[in-house]
């Protein structure tokens, strides 16, 4: 999962070296995943302040983000946020909402309350990808 999502070049490692799986993933990063599967991804994000804006500023054009692109504040994203974020995702961006990207624990629990991991993270992009959707080569 981590290798398809880095290198189709959606979501990047911590660092040259390090992916850390089991970190947990922020709001803007899931933005700015999806912003880079919609193809438009800035050569210059990085030089930007703070990094997601130009993201963010997508989401919220899309109507990914249901806010002002300058008022987001980044945080570590529970589950739930992530699913209601991919929700709006499918069906702006899409045009898809009949997609099943989240699975539970082993006892069938979908802790929605639980941030979500960067590993997991790239598990719902391999699974955005198996189905009829944009995605940046």
Do not use: C
């Given at each position: 999962f981590?290798?398809?999502?880095?290198?189709?070049?959606?979501?990047?490692?911590?660092?040259e070296t390090?992916?850390?799986?089991?970190a947990t993933?922020?709001?803007?990063e899931?933005?700015q995943?999806?912003?880079n599967?919609?193809?438009?991804?800035s050569?210059d994000?990085?030089?930007?302040?703070p990094w997601?804006t130009?993201?963010m500023?997508?989401?919220?054009?899309?109507?990914v983000y249901?806010?002002?692109?300058e008022?987001?504040?980044n945080?570590?994203a529970?589950?739930s946020?992530?699913?209601?974020?991919?929700?709006?995702?499918?069906?702006t961006?899409?045009?898809?909402?009949?997609?099943?990207?989240?699975?539970?624990?082993?006892?069938?629990?979908m802790m929605?309350?639980?941030t979500?991991?960067?590993?997991?993270w790239?598990?719902?992009?391999?699974?955005?990808?198996?189905?009829?959707?944009?995605?940046?080569?």
């Amino acid at each position: 999962f981590v290798d398809f999502a880095t290198s189709r070049g959606l979501f990047a490692g911590t660092s040259e070296t390090t992916f850390a799986p089991e970190a947990t993933l922020t709001a803007a990063e899931i933005y700015q995943t999806l912003y880079n599967i919609a193809g438009t991804k800035s050569e210059d994000a990085a030089e930007t302040d703070p990094w997601w804006t130009d993201a963010m500023t997508w989401a919220a054009e899309t109507g990914v983000y249901e806010g002002k692109a300058e008022e987001f504040t980044n945080h570590d994203a529970p589950r739930s946020e992530v699913k209601e974020i991919m929700d709006l995702y499918l069906k702006t961006v899409v045009g898809n909402a009949e997609v099943e990207l989240f699975q539970g624990n082993q006892d069938g629990d979908m802790m929605w309350d639980k941030t979500i991991t960067r590993a997991e993270w790239a598990q719902v992009l391999v699974r955005v990808a198996a189905n009829p959707m944009p995605l940046a080569e």
